[in-house]
């Protein structure tokens, strides 16, 4: 096997990694917060110090001590994805969980690229306009509807969690500065923790869970992303994670005896198509851009 092919093979393998580790994180907790083990509060409480815990022992391994200040805008928004993603898992299903996170993760930052200058073609405001319509299907009225209050906290989860990618794109030290917001939203947790005390429910098993959301599915996840990243394209990171919502709903279906129906068959066909389209043209465009000024990249 020549270089390039284990430089590709070990892209591959880790991107793989990667995106079960984040499909997991919808698991654990539909896993724990489903059957009851914890509540809402304390699985974020306990993911939180996990992952802070896991990714300081992961920067120190690799030798990099230097300090990083509080980005508050950065903690925050990590703090409000953590805090309504456990609080949405009590009502929603792994799969509509994961595409509503995911919908909401992309849209929010397709509309602030819109908003700073990027042109949209036509055929990606179709996509655009799909993939929208694939989420509003998945909430409108009906019977298989997921429940409103998990749909809106799991909507603001994913417009939070598209906030922080944005807020940390620029930084230099992703992992470092990732340990540094779980670790600044530590004090946070407590307080959550403190504040639904009167409604706490732990279990040695639902204790493993968050601490694997945290420590394996998020701290070990993200490290693993950040290490596939160079191996791979702005426009492949983000299409690859269009897997991530269909990895959650089979996972949902073999391991918490989820059932997939129609509505979330089409409402992903819809969603992930349509945002497959407009990563699809951004790429083209960028290449496109490329090929007239190289020095643009």
């Not at 984040?22 to 009851?36: E, H, Q």
């Not at 990083?68 to 928004?77: F, L, P, Q, S």
């Not at 598209?162 to 992703?174: C, D, F, K, T, V």
């Not at 509505?263 to 198509?273: D, F, H, N, P, Y």
């Amino acid at each position: 096997m020549t270089s390039s092919e284990k430089t590709v093979l070990r892209a591959v393998i880790l991107t793989a990694t990667a995106m079960i580790a984040f499909a997991a994180n919808s698991l654990l907790c539909r896993m724990a917060l489903g059957r009851d083990l914890i509540d809402a509060a304390s699985f974020t409480s306990i993911r939180i110090i996990a992952g802070a815990v896991t990714l300081g022992m992961i920067v120190l391994i690799r030798g990099n001590r230097k300090k990083i200040a509080a980005n508050w805008a950065g903690v925050a928004a990590l703090f409000c994805y953590m805090v309504c993603f456990s609080f949405a898992y009590l009502s929603l299903s792994a799969g509509t969980g994961a595409l509503l996170l995911f919908g909401a993760v992309q849209l929010t930052m397709f509309v602030i690229a819109i908003r700073h200058g990027e042109r949209f073609s036509l055929l990606s405001w179709t996509g655009l306009f799909a993939a929208f319509s694939g989420l509003v299907y998945l909430v409108s009225p009906g019977v298989t509807a997921p429940d409103p209050l998990g749909a809106v906290l799991m909507a603001i989860a994913g417009v939070a969690w598209g906030a922080y990618s944005l807020i940390g794109r620029n930084s230099e030290q992703p992992l470092t500065a990732t340990m540094s917001n779980f670790l600044y939203s530590v004090p946070f947790a407590v307080a959550l923790s403190a504040l639904f005390m009167a409604k706490a429910e732990i279990s040695a098993t639902g204790v493993l869970l968050a601490s694997a959301s945290g420590a394996l599915a998020s701290g070990l996840g993200y490290a693993v992303w950040y290490a596939a990243l160079p191996g791979l394209t702005a426009g492949r990171a983000a299409t690859v994670q269009l897997s991530v919502p269909v990895i959650a709903a089979l996972g949902g279906v073999v391991l918490l005896s989820e059932q997939i129906n129609l509505r979330l068959v089409v409402a992903s066909g819809l969603t992930i198509g349509g945002i497959w389209i407009v990563l699809a043209q951004r790429s083209r465009t960028v290449a496109a851009r490329s090929e007239r000024d190289p020095g643009a990249s």
